[in-house]
T-cell receptor, first 114, second 118 residues
Framework: DAMVIQNPRYQVTQFGKPVTLSCSQTLNHNVMYWYQQKSSQAPKLLFH???????NEADTPDNFQSRRPNTSFCFLDIRSPGLGDAAMYLC?????????????FGPGTRLTVL | AQKVTQAQTEISVVEKEDVTLDCVYETRDTTYYLFWYKQPPSGELVFLIR??????QNEISGRYSWNFQKSTSSFNFTITASQVVDSAVYFC???????????????FGTGTRLLVSP
């Protein structure tokens, strides 16, 4: 029944060591989003894909990259994690990404940077 | 720019009490959507409701009800007879459709943590 799946749920990495977070969906939605949520803060959009079209938020650091090899999967790559990148990373999907479409969220991956 | 304010950082109630979570938004748009999401300790954001700017009817769903007032730019959420399982962080969000892509971008408030004790 799981619709938006994120792996792993918990990820520990070392300062500067590249890490990849994974998201998959069974909804066949066109749009996939990545959000960063730091402790006690609101989720913040990093970027989104409509199909294979990538849209980066203006204030998303270059350290964050994303790949979407097919409709079902989307990856978040953090090239050189810093201590400030420790956060919950949430993946979401939307059928068409328009205002009348709700976003479906995964359970998140909590990233710890040592 | 759109902005969502949830002034209540944390609310503590005892089970069976009613509780209202406040949400105030700012926008110059005439057409927009407002959302409420629940984030339990497990971390997943759970969609609760979507309301468009043309529909000011209050909505009730079981113990949940929402009061949308355009005149005061508020979209408040009330839980009646609260239960321990209602303990979570609740986010109010505004749909900001991105001008360059035409796609939805949710702007979240900072959330209200609700603690319901037995």
């Amino acid at each position: 029944d799981a619709m938006v799946i994120q792996n792993p749920r918990y990820q520990v990495t070392q300062f500067g060591k590249p890490v990849t977070l994974s998201c998959s969906q069974t909804l066949n939605h066109n749009v996939m989003y990545w959000y960063q949520q730091k402790s006690s803060q609101a989720p913040k959009l990093l970027f989104h894909y409509y199909d294979k079209d990538f849209n980066n938020e203006a204030d998303t650091p270059d350290n964050f990259q994303s790949r979407r090899p097919n409709t079902s999967f989307c990856f978040l790559d953090i090239r050189s994690p810093g201590l400030g990148d420790a956060a919950m990373y949430l993946c979401a999907t939307s059928r068409e990404g328009t205002a009348n479409n709700e976003q479906f969220f995964g359970p998140g991956t909590r990233l710890t940077v040592l | 720019a759109q902005k969502v304010t949830q002034a209540q950082t944390e609310i503590s109630v005892v089970e069976k009490e009613d509780v209202t979570l406040d949400c105030v938004y700012e926008t110059r748009d005439t057409t927009y959507y407002l959302f409420w999401y629940k984030q339990p300790p497990s971390g997943e954001l759970v969609f609760l409701i979507r309301r468009n700017s043309f529909d000011e009817q209050n909505e009730i769903s079981g113990r949940y009800s929402w009061n949308f007032q355009k005149s005061t730019s508020s979209f408040n959420f009330t839980i009646t007879a609260s239960q321990v399982v209602d303990s979570a962080v609740y986010f109010c969000a505004f749909d900001s459709t991105l001008m360059n892509t035409g796609f939805q971008k949710l702007v979240f408030g900072t959330g209200t943590r609700l603690l319901v004790s037995p």
